[in-house]
């Protein structure tokens, strides 16, 4: 005889049976959803308290492993093809160190005259600050953006002070590069540090940088480089006894006005410097002794202007000259009055 607690007893195990199936499948499911999600990187197992999934971590671990092998894999060649062709710089327009930069270079010409081949023209003198690689339009793009990122970082770190840049004395980069040395000083490490700015700042926007330390602030004024010739004709490096005398020469100072982002490659502008495709400005210009003596002179004369004219206006007026007649003739008797005494000012002021 059957006993129908049997047949009830065999339904309930069933819907449990299809319930631990569901409930095992859902939470397979929800584990497969997890790993997907942006934050598979994040510790699914303490953060949902699951902890009968060790593979699903493992697994997880090894993909990461396998990305973040891939990724120096393709830095590694990216570096490998790297070629800087802009740069950011900082130039010079001071025109006391561009006399004395050019007196140095018309000096050494004047002991080796095939050096004027070796020669930085005039309007190229600057600073480089960083250099990249940008390939394309959009590249060049996002670099104008970062360099327009830069501006408020370097005005935040100068507090709304002015950098000077003072140049003096000459070094070389293995005698193959000649340049003014920027002198020692507390504006050496806020150049560095606005360097090192520049270049985070650029690497975050994705950009190919070099690298921030081997930046050393030099105003290029010669390389041989320039000229292939002259190493056929023997001119293998820069002889330290041509610039003796500028060793510990002082060439002016430079205030820190204007950054640009320029091309290596482009031509140059008529006046000689790089095609620049953004520029920044820091602060506000530096006004010079010349300056403000222009601006005072300029000063004087519209006032000196503005008095003449309210004195020509007021020597018009009929009664002003009508005072000036009595004043003039008064005392006087004229017998013979000839109309050729009368001055009239209407016509001798206009």
């Known amino acids: ?15 449990v ?4 199936k569901m409930s095992a499948e859902f939470e397979a499911n929800t584990m497969d959803s997890l790993v997907d999600m942006p934050f598979a990187t994040v510790d699914i197992q303490d953060d ?54 050019k007196i140095l270079q018309n000096a050494i010409i004047q002991q080796d ?15 480089t600050l960083l250099v990249m690689q940008l390939l394309n339009e959009d590249e060049v793009n996002i670099g104008i953006d970062a360099l327009l990122e830069l501006k408020p970082f370097i ?22 590069v000649g340049f003014v040395k920027l002198a020692e000083g507390d504006h050496v490490n806020s150049l560095l540090e606005i360097a090192e700015t520049a270049n985070r ?33 023997g001119v293998k490096k820069i002889d330290p006894d041509l610039y003796e005398k ?60 503005s008095k003449v004219k309210q004195i020509k206006e007021l020597l018009l007026k009929p009664e002003t000259q009508v005072k000036i007649r009595r004043e003039l003739f008064e005392g006087r008797l004229i017998n013979n009055s000839n109309p050729a005494n009368d001055v009239d000012f209407s016509t001798t002021l206009t």
């Open 48 to 101: 949902c308290g699951i902890t009968d999934e060790p593979q699903i971590n493992l697994k997880r671990s090894q993909e990461n492993e396998w990305i973040k092998s891939d990724q120096v894999k393709k830095r590694k060649k990216k570096r490998k093809d790297y070629q800087p062709n802009y740069f950011l710089s900082i130039p010079i327009t001071n025109k006391e160190i561009i006399k004395g930069i």
């Open 201 to 233: 700042t650029f690497q975050e926007k994705g950009i190919l940088v070099g690298e921030s330390r081997s930046f050393k602030p030099h105003l290029t004024f010669m390389k041989l480089s320039k000229s292939p010739w002259l190493r056929k004709n």
């Open 246 to 305: 500028f060793i510990s020469h002082r060439f002016g100072e430079e205030i820190l006005y204007r950054i640009d982002l320029c091309s290596m490659l482009k031509k140059k502008q008529s006046n000689g410097y790089y095609h620049c495709e953004s520029s920044i400005v820091i602060g506000k210009k530096p006004i010079g002794i010349r300056d403000l003596i222009n601006e005072a002179l300029h000063r004087e004369t519209m006032g000196l202007k």
């Open 1 to 15: 005889m059957e006993h129908p607690e049997a047949g009830i007893n065999s339904n309930e195990c069933e819907n």
């Open 113 to 127: 005259e095939r050096l004027a081949k070796a020669m930085v023209s005039d309007g190229s003198f600057h600073i």
């Open 17 to 20: 049976s299809r319930k631990k």
């Open 155 to 176: 005005e935040e770190l100068l507090q709304g002070k002015h950098l000077t840049l003072p140049f003096q004395g000459i070094g070389t980069f293995g005698n193959q």
